[in-house]
C-alpha cells in the first residue's frame, strides 16, 4: 500500500522501544501496533528523536498514555477498521458457548461421540445485552437481529436504533452480555463482583473488547459456582507478554488464564476477532492516511 500512497516506510517487527528509537529519526510520524504498551520513557525518546505523530493501528489507545505524549509534543490517533471482523467472531462466540462447543470438540477429538450432558440453548430463546453500540456493537446487534432474539443496548452515548435500558436491567434480563465498550478509567472492571451478582443465573460472558473490562478474580468464581453458565473470551487481564507469543514449552505466570482453560465451558483466544485480511488492510491503509493527513495540516491527533 505504500507505493500507491506515496510512503516510503521504514518497518521494524519489534515493537516500538528505547532499544529502536533511533529508527524513528528523521520521520515526523511513526505507525505502531497494540500488542505491546508504549512506555513514557519511550515517549519522551520518540520525542527527542523529532516525532510529532504516532498512529496506533487500533481502536483504543489504552497502551499509550495519550496525554504524556501530548505533553512532549506528540499526538496520537487511532484507525478505523472494518468492524465485520469482531462482530463476526462475536457471533461465533456466542453460538460455540452457548452448544458447549469446547467440550463438544475435545470429545470428539479423542473420539467419545456421546451426546453433551447439557443441552444447547437457540439464540432466538435468548435475551442478549450489548455494551456499547459504536460501529461494533451495532454491527453485532444487525448480526443479532437475523436470528431473532430480544435485543437490549446500554451505552453512555446512545447512537444505534436499539432498545437502550440501564446497565443494571441489562444485567439482570440478558442471557448473553457481549462487552464492546471502550477501555477507559470509567469502564475499568465493569464487570465487577457486585455487577457479575446481578446477572441472570446461568448467563454467559462474551468479551471481544478489552479484558480489564472484566474483573477476572470475580469472574472465577462465579463460573466454578455455576453462577454464570459460561463465557467467551477473546481478551484477558495480564494477557500481554502471553497472547501473540508461543508458551507451549514455558510457565505461564497468570493463574487466572490457566484456570479459565481448565474449564469446560470457558473458550479463550488470543485476541484475535479483529485478525482478517479485511480489517488488516483497512488498519494499514488508514494508519498510512493518517500520517499523510497529519503531515499535510489535515490532522491534529
Request: hydrophobic share 40%.
Amino acid at each position: 500500500m505504500a507505493p500507491r500512497l506515496g510512503v516510503l516506510p521504514t518497518i521494524t517487527p519489534d515493537a516500538v522501544s528505547e532499544a529502536n528509537i533511533e529508527l524513528a529519526f528523521g520521520n515526523r510520524c511513526i505507525s505502531v501496533g497494540h500488542k505491546t504498551r508504549i512506555t513514557n520513557s519511550t515517549l519522551l525518546g520518540l520525542s527527542q528523536a523529532g516525532v510529532k505523530y504516532i498512529s496506533t493501528r487500533s481502536i483504543g489507545f489504552n497502551h499509550i498514555d495519550v496525554e504524556y505524549a501530548q505533553s512532549v509534543g506528540i499526538s496520537v490517533g487511532n484507525v478505523a477498521y472494518s468492524p465485520d471482523s469482531v462482530a463476526d467472531y462475536t457471533l461465533m462466540l456466542m453460538l460455540m458457548v452457548i452448544r458447549n462447543a469446547k467440550s463438544l470438540v475435545r470429545r470428539t477429538d479423542v473420539h467419545d461421540y456421546r451426546l453433551h450432558d447439557v443441552r444447547g440453548k437457540e439464540l432466538r430463546d435468548l435475551t442478549v445485552g450489548v455494551v456499547g453500540t459504536g460501529r461494533i456493537g451495532a454491527a453485532v446487534m444487525d448480526r443479532l437481529r437475523g436470528f431473532g432474539c430480544r435485543i437490549l443496548a446500554h451505552d453512555a452515548m446512545p447512537t444505534a436504533v436499539a432498545d437502550y435500558v440501564s446497565l443494571d436491567t441489562l444485567l439482570q434480563e440478558s442471557d448473553i452480555v457481549s462487552l464492546h465498550t471502550p477501555l477507559t478509567t470509567e469502564t475499568h472492571h465493569l464487570l465487577n463482583r457486585q455487577r457479575i451478582a446481578e446477572m441472570k443465573h446461568g448467563a454467559f460472558v462474551i468479551n471481544t473488547g478489552r479484558g480489564p473490562l472484566i474483573d477476572t478474580e470475580a469472574l472465577i468464581p462465579a463460573l466454578e459456582s455455576g453462577r454464570l453458565g459460561g463465557a467467551a473470551l477473546d481478551v484477558l487481564e495480564g494477557e500481554e507478554g502471553i497472547f501473540y507469543a508461543d508458551c507451549r514449552d514455558i510457565h505461564i505466570d497468570n493463574k487466572p488464564l490457566v484456570r479459565l482453560q481448565e474449564m469446560p465451558n470457558v473458550l479463550i483466544s488470543p485476541h484475535t476477532a479483529y485478525f482478517t485480511d479485511h480489517a488488516l488492510s483497512d488498519t494499514i491503509e488508514n494508519s498510512l492516511i493518517n500520517c499523510l493527513n497529519f503531515e499535510s495540516g489535515k490532522q491534529h491527533g
